[in-house]
């Protein structure tokens, strides 16, 4: 929490590798293994070593939880070894696990939430490259830009907008910026969290 002094070592005993990639006010999320050379596990931390959840459910070859709020967690899933990954939510339990997978793509991954949004990358067949998607609601919708190559969206803000990076068709890596628009209709809709994404982006020098 800003000092030197103040890191806590979430580690838990029993486990060989753990890692925190996500957080927020209450809550951390990453991934770890069991044993040396394991399969990794999405866990969850609420501020102590002692209060790890577990997020994998015995079947899966693998997962890991990337970002999260006080009540979600979001990030991805393999079936099996060689199955790509679906992305998911959970909130707080490895059975709570909702999968985000859109119906016949090949591969999905869930990078980042803002309160029930949450936004990342699918590949609709096998040797696509990724597009920017958004979850909300249940449904999703695809935000890849006309004229990119690949995208993906690792980042939503309280007022929707949303980061993320793209390849342009000549091979360029730039960032890009998806602005928020209100619904034209009200701006309560906007308030309660249900915001329209526009198509339009900035490159980000």
Request: proline share 4%; with cysteine.
């Amino acid at each position: 929490k800003g000092t030197r002094q103040s890191y806590v070592d979430l580690h838990p005993s029993g486990w060989a590798y753990t890692s925190a990639g996500g957080n927020s006010e209450s809550t951390q999320v990453g991934t770890g293994a069991q044993t040396t050379g394991g399969s990794f596990h999405a866990l969850l931390w609420r501020g102590t070593p002692s209060s790890l959840v577990d997020l994998s459910r015995p079947n899966d070859d693998s997962s890991s939880a990337v970002a999260c709020t006080d009540t979600f967690q979001v990030g991805l899933y393999r079936s099996s070894r060689f199955a790509p990954p679906h992305a998911v939510r959970w909130s707080g339990t490895a059975e709570s696990r909702v999968d985000l997978h859109p119906a016949g793509a090949y591969e999905s991954a869930a990078l980042a939430i803002f309160g029930d949004t949450v936004v990342g990358y699918v590949n609709l067949l096998q040797y696509e490259r990724s597009r920017a998607v958004i979850w909300h609601g249940g449904s999703y919708e695809i935000i890849h830009p006309e004229g990119f190559d690949e995208s993906n969206a690792t980042s939503i803000s309280a007022n929707g907008d949303i980061v993320g990076y793209g390849r342009t068709a000549s091979g360029v890596n730039v960032g890009l910026l998806w602005q928020a628009v209100p619904e034209p209709s009200s701006i309560l809709v906007l308030a309660l969290g249900v915001v329209g994404i526009s198509q339009r982006f900035k490159k980000c020098q």
